[in-house]
C-alpha cells in the first residue's frame, strides 16, 4: 500500500503524477526542478540558483512525508550542461551531508528550461 505526499510548500506537480509516494519505510520523490512554490516560475538563471530552490523544494516534499535530505539514501539529479558540474556540486553538498548514492548525468533538455532536476529516494524518519 502507498501514500500520496502533497504539500503546497513545493511546486504543484506540472503533470500526471504526485510530488512524493510513501510505500512502507521509503519515500520516493518525484523530479523536482527549480520551480517556486508560490508562483509556479522557475526560479534562477543560473546552476548555484536553481540547486538551492530543487533542495528546498526537496526538503518541504520530504518533511510533509515526515522524513528529510539527511535521511536520502538515493538521489538521482539530471543536469542540461555538465559543464555545470562543479557548480552543482558545491550546492548538492551543502544540503546532502549524510552523502546518500547518486547518479548524476546529463540530459538534452529539462522542463521549462531548467538547468537540473533531482530525485530522491529516502527513509522515514
Known amino acids: 500500500m502507498s501514500n500520496k505526499v502533497q ?6 506537480a506540472i503533470g500526471p ?3 512524493a509516494i510513501i510505500t512502507g519505510n521509503l519515500i ?3 523530479g ?3 520551480l517556486d512554490p508560490d508562483t509556479g516560475v522557475l526560479e534562477g538563471d543560473n546552476i548555484t540558483d536553481q540547486t538551492h530552490r530543487v533542495c528546498k523544494n526537496l526538503e518541504a516534499v520530504l518533511t510533509e512525508a515526515g522524513s528529510s535530505l539527511k535521511s ?3 538521489t538521482v539529479c539530471f543536469l542540461a550542461d555538465m559543464s555545470d558540474f562543479a557548480a552543482f556540486n558545491d550546492v548538492y553538498a551543502q544540503y546532502f551531508t549524510e552523502k546518500p548514492a547518486r547518479s548524476c548525468v546529463a540530459v538534452k533538455a529539462l522542463p521549462k528550461g531548467a538547468l537540473i532536476e533531482v530525485e530522491v529516494i ?3 524518519e
Open 72 to 74: 536520502a539514501v538515493k
Open 122 to 124: 529516502a527513509e522515514k
Open 28 to 30: 520516493f520523490t518525484s
Open 17 to 19: 503524477y504526485s510530488q
Open 7 to 12: 504539500t503546497n510548500k513545493a511546486p504543484a
Open 32 to 34: 523536482q526542478i527549480p
